[in-house]
């Protein structure tokens, strides 16, 4: 057993990972990752990831799969199904956090120097689907899917027509990703204009111009039911919509709220984002902050990396020191 400082790491995706197989350099990283596995959101997209350096040709599922390969290589701890129930900060700047386990394991407690919050985001929409009459059934019923996964599924029976509810990059891309397979994407949008990027919204022009995708501006959904295999949208203003399947594309949260993190008193932006300075700390000395849970303005795999080493080489300093 390594007589390393263990340091908590809470959140198994590619910043939690990435900050993992730095620490390991001399210290030993404990991942505590509330699923079954290492991968995060990243796990769930099967969608291409062109952007990440040496790894063409990728989803971003694929290179969860690689990270988790490497952090097995590496041996270093993990705890799946697990998450935090306390924590606690010493005089002595210590952290002591107590966890839990879905299958029925004793909670387990550690200590250490630092605590990494690797939380990352989830999908917006939780609140529409309790808001909007018949939506949760209907999800429950895989009618309404949040988040954009269900439409880049190898093999996923997306019918003739979608509704894609949001106005943001998520939802004109993926309406340009449905048309360009034949799928006719409808746009609902409660804003006058986009907020996607131009490009976005430009690239989804020339199938708005051969019918296969329109918006509908300042709309939003009152009611969604299910008739004869179709799902129809009755809207605030305009007649029904029908369709096979709704997709929720509302942007993303912060994994901020769970009631452990609230006696560390965390410093949050408006929005419910942690703020860090320039080595990922947060406004409590000794807790640094990576990946999503940190970064609402450019969210990928590849800052997620880079703001897990940045952490990774700053604890590793001051633990020297």
């Excluded at 949760?136 to 599924?153: D, I, M, S, T, Y």
């Excluded at 996607?196 to 329109?214: F, I, N, T, Y």
């Excluded at 709220?257 to 406004?283: C, F, H, Q």
Aim: one cysteine or more.
């Amino acid at each position: 057993m390594s007589k390393s400082p263990k340091v908590p790491i809470i959140g198994g995706g590619p910043a939690g990972m990435s900050c993992a197989l730095w620490l390991a350099h001399g210290l030993a990283p404990v991942i505590i990752e509330q699923a079954g596995a290492l991968g995060g959101m990243a796990r769930a997209s099967p969608y291409p990831n062109e952007w990440l350096l040496g790894r063409p040709g990728e989803t971003a599922r694929q290179n969860a799969e690689a990270f988790a390969r490497h952090i097995r290589q590496a041996q270093i701890e993990c705890w799946l199904g697990a998450r935090p129930r306390r924590v606690a900060r010493s005089a002595e700047g210590r952290f002591a956090i107590e966890v839990t386990f879905t299958d029925g394991r004793p909670p387990q407690s550690l200590t250490g120097p630092a605590l990494v919050i690797a939380a990352g985001t989830d999908f917006r929409g939780a609140d529409w689907l309790d808001r909007v009459v018949n939506a949760r059934a209907l999800a429950q019923r895989g009618r309404v899917h949040l988040g954009p996964a269900r439409a880049g599924e190898p093999g996923a029976d997306l019918g003739s027509h979608v509704a894609v509810i949001g106005g943001g990059d998520n939802a004109f891309d993926v309406s340009r990703m449905l048309a360009e397979k034949g799928v006719r994407a409808t746009i609902i949008m409660r804003s006058a204009t986009p907020h996607a990027q131009p490009l976005l919204v430009e690239r989804l022009r020339p199938h708005q111009a051969s019918g296969l995708a329109s918006v509908l501006a300042e709309q939003t959904v009152a009611a969604v039911e299910e008739i004869g295999g179709k799902v129809r949208i009755r809207l605030d203003a305009g007649g029904p919509l029908e369709v096979d399947h709704v997709l929720l594309l509302l942007g993303y949260r912060p994994n901020t709220d769970d009631p452990w993190l609230a006696d560390l008193r965390l410093e949050k932006d408006a929005d419910g984002y942690l703020i860090v300075d320039g080595n990922m700390e947060t406004s409590c000395p000794g807790v640094f902050a990576v990946g999503d849970v940190v970064n609402p303005a450019y969210p990928s795999i590849a800052t997620a990396i880079g703001s897990g080493t940045i952490a990774a080489r700053e604890i590793q300093r001051r633990v020297a020191r």
